[in-house]
């Protein structure tokens, strides 16, 4: 059975009080006994003087005896009153006391006792031999032998009682001193003792008590810190100090579920699910907190947005679960070309971006766009049989002081905007040129607000002719921005600009006003070709829209033609709201058109699912078609398939005759371009060659 520590305590304490208790007796005992011997000594040495007296008492008796027959014998009488002093003094000198207390042993008793006697002989000795000096003088001689062998044996026997009195002081001085040594030494054990049983048990107490204590607050300490040591020590201990370290072990337990269910909160609040990659939350507070350090040790933050190029079509053509495989292998792909120390985030959707800390930019920016191009290579080589490939833009942005995280961020969303405009799987650095365009880009922004409302929009209408008879079938409605400062701007750089600041909706509404109550003046056999943004598919209301604007100007819905361009159809979100409205507008009458056919993914299932009516083949094919065979194969092949599905194929962008030529012997229906006329406000100045007529 193990004893708990208050009961080793109390035993340890019990032993030391009874240990102590018993030296404080020894130490009274040695006292005690000293006392006695002291006490002894002293009684043995009175009865040693008491012996003294008595030597003198007996020597002046001795002489009184003597001077009282010398007088007796020469004649003297000695007087009654001298006779009975003499006598009293005998019988007083036999009363002396003697030394009893003070006696112990038969011996020293015996020459006490044999003195007593003597004593009392030489008394009633002396008595007589006065009695007889007094009486009979003549009888002194006589008796004076028997006096003095009295005396002799007296001083014998107190010669003997002084020798044993002295032998007894000597022993009881010895005996005391041998004592004292004995007790003194068991007093000074017994202190060994105690002072042994302390050392054990301060011992005992700093391993088993202070060490494990000491132990348990260093776990604690560490604990609280968010460090984890192990296991508490002691948990087996079957004492209080057990039941400490076991009641601190349920307390870290918990303590650590705790902590373990928070960190899995704050993991699944700052980390993406699906890739397991830091989230938007996790990378906007690791920038911000690199951009401060890097303001300290001169380092350069360079953020690599990284966008999966046509990721859409992934999910559109293959599913979600093949979409998000797709985005599990490039967040795979990214994680393993960064250093540990960088971080990769998945900021929603198709885009990702790294955060990469280095004293020597671009180089290492350069190295990481290296290993992940080479990376993407190598995955290729390995996947496509069964997984379509990745491809990925990039853009890089590197900090300058005092630049905050978001616009840092911005920056190489803007090189990325770059990357993705200049064909894609390429990265591109934010530079001074881009600063620039980007510079240029906001000030457009900001002033494409006013544009509407300050009049700065117009359009120009370009015609479309059959292409045999080049009779105008139509315009082409386009929009111009001429800027009050900056003058014209194409529509290729703001119609994007109105697209991500969402100013498209107004801007949009705008245009199927306008084109709509100018195609009002025109004849009625002239259709109106419309571009749509994708992005004005996503407000509900544009068949209303169009239906509105038609009736109020007594436009016939099916003198309208509805250009798209392949990204509307493949906005795979919102493909049904897209197919939706053009049906919906199909079935009033109007035309849908396939802008710029061949650029985009050129996916014939969306050609089936759309049920276009018309293909436009985008005009570099047609710019192409002369000295680059395999373009004029696509215009051919495009024709061929638009035939094929009952189709009306435009060619836009004719710019010659031999265009011109080509596309009428391939049985292209209509040509748009510089050789029919050119975009302009006047819709009879534009038309050159053509001739209105169906
Ligand atoms: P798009 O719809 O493909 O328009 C045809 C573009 O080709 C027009 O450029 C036109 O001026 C140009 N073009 C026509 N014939 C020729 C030619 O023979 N040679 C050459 N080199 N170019 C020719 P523009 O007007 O700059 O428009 C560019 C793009 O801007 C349009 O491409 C269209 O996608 C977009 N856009 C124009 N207006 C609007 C609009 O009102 N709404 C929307 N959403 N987009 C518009
Ligand atoms: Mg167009
Ligand atoms: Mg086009």
């Known amino acids: 059975m193990r004893l708990s520590i208050a009961a080793r305590v109390l035993i340890a304490c019990t032993t030391l009080m009874v240990l102590g208790l018993m030296l404080l007796v020894a130490g009274f005992a040695v006292n005690e006994n000293v006392h006695t011997a002291d006490q002894r000594i002293v009684l043995l040495s009175e009865a040693l003087h008491a012996q003294d007296r008595q030597d003198r008492a007996q020597d002046q008796l001795r002489l009184d005896v003597g001077d009282t027959t010398r007088s007796a014998e020469r004649g003297a009488t000695i007087p009654d009153r001298r006779w009975a002093t003499l006598v009293a003094r005998a019988r007083a000198f036999a009363a002396l006391p003697v030394a009893f207390p003070a006696v112990q042993h038969r011996r020293e008793i015996a020459a006490i006792m044999q003195t007593r006697r003597a004593s009392r002989d030489f008394v009633a000795n002396t008595v007589h031999v006065v009695t007889i000096a007094r009486t009979r003088p003549d009888l002194i001689a006589k008796t004076m032998p028997r006096f003095v062998a009295s005396l002799r044996r007296l001083e014998a026997s107190r010669a003997r009682t002084r020798e044993a009195l002295t032998l007894a002081v000597m022993e009881a001085a010895d005996r005391n001193s041998r004592e004292s040594r004995r007790r003194t030494v068991e007093v000074l054990f017994g202190g060994l003792v105690i002072l042994a049983i302390i050392a054990a048990m301060s011992a005992w107490l700093r391993h088993r008590l202070v060490k494990p204590i000491t132990v348990i607050a260093q776990r604690l300490r560490a604990f609280g810190a968010g460090r984890d040591d ?42 993406d699910m699906l890739t397991g990659l830091a989230n938007r939350l996790l990378f906007e507070s690791r920038l911000s907190h690199e951009l401060m350090r890097s303001a300290r040790t001169g380092d350069t933050v360079a953020v ?6 046509r990721f859409k079509a992934i999910n559109d053509r293959f599913g979600h679960a093949a979409g998000d495989r797709a985005l599990k292998r490039a967040a795979d792909l990214l994680s393993r070309c960064v250093r540990s120390d960088d971080l990769v985030a998945r900021m929603g959707g198709d885009e990702f971006a790294i955060i990469q800390v280095a004293r020597s930019q671009p180089a290492a920016a350069e190295a990481l766009l290296a290993r992940i191009y080479r990376a993407v290579d190598a995955c290729d080589a390995d996947d496509n049989a069964t997984e379509p490939a990745i491809r990925l833009s990039a853009g890089v942005a590197f900090s300058e002081p005092g630049q905050p995280g978001d616009e840092l961020y911005e920056l190489a969303d803007t090189a990325l905007y770059r990357a993705k405009a200049d064909g894609r799987h390429t990265a591109r650095f934010f530079n001074k040129d881009l600063r620039e365009q980007e510079s240029l880009r906001l000030r457009l922004a900001r002033d494409l607000e006013h544009a509407i409302a300050s009049d700065q929009l117009y359009l120009v209408f370009q015609p479309i002719a059959n292409a045999g008879t080049l009779a105008i079938t139509g315009y082409e409605a386009l929009l111009r921005w001429r800027h009050p400062t900056l003058g014209e701007i194409a529509p290729d750089t703001f119609v994007p600009i109105a697209e991500s600041t969402g100013l498209i909706a107004p801007i949009g509404a705008w245009v199927i006003a306008h084109a709509i109550a100018a195609a009002a003046q025109w004849p009625e056999a002239l259709s109106l070709a419309i571009n749509l943004s994708p992005l004005q598919f996503r407000a509900d209301g544009l068949a209303d829209e169009l239906r509105r604007a038609a009736a109020a100007h007594g436009v016939a819905l099916s003198r309208l033609e509805l250009e798209v361009t392949e990204s509307a159809t493949l906005l795979g979100y919102q493909r049904d709201e897209v197919l939706a409205t053009l049906q919906a507008m199909q079935a009033d009458g109007a035309r849908v058109v396939m802008d710029d056919f061949g650029t985009g993914h050129s996916s014939l299932g969306n050609l089936k699912d759309f049920a276009f009516n018309k293909i436009k083949i985008d005009r570099s094919f047609v710019a192409a078609m002369g000295d680059h065979p395999p373009s004029a194969s696509i215009v051919r092949a495009i024709i061929g398939l638009g035939k094929s599905l009952k189709l009306t194929i435009v060619a836009e962008g004719v710019e010659t005759d031999a265009q011109l030529a080509r596309l009428r012997r391939w049985g292209c229906d209509q040509v748009q371009g510089y050789l029919i006329g050119r975009p302009s406000c006047d819709i009879q100045a534009t038309t050159m060659r053509a001739r209105v007529g169906v």
């Open 304 to 309: 690599v947005v990284v966008d999966l190029d």
């Open 230 to 271: 192990g296991a508490v020590p002691g948990v087996a201990r079957r004492d209080e100090l057990g039941d400490l370290a076991r009641g601190l072990a349920e307390y870290r337990d918990a303590v650590e579920s705790r902590r373990a269910a928070e960190r899995r909160v704050d993991f699944l609040a700052h980390h």
